[in-house]
């Protein structure tokens, strides 16, 4: 590491390295804090040359490397190598043109997310993907993450809305990969593969019309069920909210404590829908919901964007909001078909109950994409363990009833031994297969998305025996 830091420092200035060990603590976690790990080095290039540059540079000494954003993932994807190079994009944030004819921007990788809606929205364009950590999160990291947020319900993910990447290659080639280009679609493999297929140094995404109309409503329930039968029954009744969002009565206490969203005392559930298009559409749409959220015990409408912002605040926070209430926390991702959410929910209660464990949940309703918060003590003996035991339940559940391990927080380090629970072997190595075709010295962000790295010039198949990297130490199978 120390000859390979020596070559760092002679492509990018000395402020761009870092090695300093209290510095490089400061890098040992993204937004899931329960895995960290000590970079070997750090380093904050300013242009996609100097990228490539690393990149080259830890091919030439064998050494590998992750890519990091703003820190805001919560998958453990950006969790550092102690014997690798961690690539930080924060100083690449330009947005480099705005082609607002043709309905786009390019921007640079650490361009925050809502900086693109900012930077619009007075000529009636916004960037439609919203993570909760909009204000923070940056471009790059929602590419490799393939990020959501409360409005992919209607408007689909970060990958429906990039239009080309620029892209250092693990080997350090500097490429470009385009929706239009011919053959296979390489944008979509690229977008959503968590750094284990290069970097993204500028990124062409997709701008949207700013909706004639939108109305933001809050309905208040007694129960987190009948806020799920109002669920089901908006979605019967043929309409494609932009947003269905959902809190239970602990996550409305910790965002109450975080943020004193004033949501409607005693709720045992709110439900957030929002309604956007064309104005005569949404109000025969928010006719409808009037009538399907009578069972509510209050219903709030936003009259301006003040009182719509009022009532996101709370679920926006949602996230950071438990540490108000719990010392740490574990957040996951399920995700399971609509109809499925009143039992999985209670199932949920029920596993809580028997480990001791408390749960809030937080989800993206709509499309079943659950968000529960596992909440222990650190310092207390065993704590952690408990809240594994419960997450990796939550997960079986969501698989059980037909869904997925992950809907947007992605894989990363912290879901990849479940990964066996929903692809079989076969199904893994052949994922493997085009990890092995963009980087065939497995370099690029080592240890994630796969319980078991594959060496990329075995034979694909049926592995037999112990698998060299678990006999030598340097792997676990799960």
Excluded at 51 to 75: E, I, M, Q
Excluded at 156 to 178: K, Q, R, S, W
Excluded at 245 to 274: H, K, N, Q
Aim: include cysteine; charge should be negative.
């Amino acid at each position: 590491m120390e000859t390979l830091t020596a070559a760092l420092l002679s492509v990018l200035p000395r402020d761009s390295v870092i090695t300093d060990p209290v510095r490089l603590r400061t890098y040992e976690c993204d937004g899931l804090t329960y895995h960290r790990a000590t970079p070997g080095v750090v380093v904050l290039p300013a242009t996609a040359e100097q990228v490539a540059r690393v990149v080259r540079l830890c091919n030439d000494f064998g050494v590998p490397f992750v890519a990091r954003g703003a820190g805001t993932g919560l998958s453990g994807g950006a969790l550092p190598r102690e014997d690798g190079v961690l690539i930080v994009t924060s100083k690449m944030r330009a947005i480099l043109e705005i082609d607002l004819p043709g309905r786009r921007a390019v921007v640079e990788p650490g361009v925050t997310n809502l900086a693109i809606t900012e930077a619009v929205r007075e000529q009636g364009y916004y960037y439609a993907p919203d993570p909760s950590s909009q204000q923070v999160c940056s471009i790059g990291g929602n590419v490799a993450e393939n990020s959501g947020g409360a409005h992919c319900l209607k408007y689909g993910f970060t990958v429906n809305h990039v239009e080309a990447c620029e892209i250092v290659t693990p080997d350090g080639d500097l490429v470009t990969l385009d929706r239009m280009d011919p053959g296979y679609d390489l944008l979509g493999a690229f977008v959503g593969s968590e750094g284990t297929l290069g970097i993204a140094t500028k990124v062409t995404v997709r701008l949207s019309r700013t909706p004639e109309a939108v109305t933001t409503v809050l309905a208040a329930y007694e129960s987190i069920e009948q806020g799920g039968q109002a669920v089901s029954a908006i979605i019967g009744a043929g309409i494609v909210p932009a947003a269905i969002e959902m809190m239970d009565a602990l996550a409305i206490e910790a965002a109450e404590a975080a943020v004193a969203c004033s949501y409607p005392a005693g709720a045992g559930a709110v439900l957030i829908v929002e309604l956007d298009g064309p104005a005569a559409e949404v109000e025969r749409q928010f006719a409808q919901l009037r009538e399907i959220c009578a069972g509510a015990f209050e219903l709030r409408v936003a009259a301006d964007t003040a009182e719509r912002a009022a009532i996101w605040k709370g679920r926006k926070s949602a996230f950071a909001a438990v540490g108000r209430i719990s010392p740490a926390y574990i957040v996951q991702d399920g995700v399971v078909p609509r109809t499925a959410l009143p039992g999985v929910l209670a199932a949920i209660d029920r596993i809580s109950a028997e480990h001791g464990i408390r749960v809030a949940n937080v989800f993206h309703a709509g499309d079943g994409n659950l968000h529960p918060l596992v909440l222990f003590d650190d310092a207390e003996p065993g704590a952690g363990e408990r809240a594994e035991v419960v997450s990796g339940a939550i997960l079986d559940l969501c698989v059980e009833h037909g869904g997925s391990i992950t809907g947007e927080h992605g894989v990363g380090v912290d879901k990849a031994r479940y990964m066996p629970r929903m692809f079989s072997e076969t199904d893994l190595d052949t994922m493997q297969l085009v990890r092995c075709a963009f980087d065939p010295d497995g370099l690029a962000n080592p240890g994630k998305v796969f319980p078991t790295p594959r060496l990329c010039g075995e034979v694909p198949g049926v592995r037999k025996g112990v698998h060299p990297l678990v006999e030598s130490g340097k792997a676990e199978q799960f």
